[in-house]
């Protein structure tokens, strides 16, 4: 079975066609807040709670 990939972009990142910045994401700030409040849900992890989530969210 295949797993699902996620891939964050690192906060503090910068546009060379921009004089603004550095950016952040603000999705990816949120996903690695859930992520780091609920360590289970991580890679490698063998929660049933995790696995019974991930089912019912599909």
């Known amino acids: 079975m295949a797993k699902d990939r996620i891939f964050l972009i690192a ?3 910068t546009d060379p066609k921009r004089d603004d910045g ?4 603000p999705y990816c ?3 690695e807040g859930i ?3 609920f360590p289970d849900l991580t890679a490698g992890s063998r929660s049933p709670a995790c696995h019974s ?3 019912a969210s599909r």
């Open 22 to 25: 550095p950016f952040i994401c």
């Open 35 to 37: 992520l780091a409040s």
């Open 53 to 55: 989530h991930a089912r």
């Open 11 to 13: 906060p503090g990142f």
């Open 29 to 31: 700030n949120q996903i």
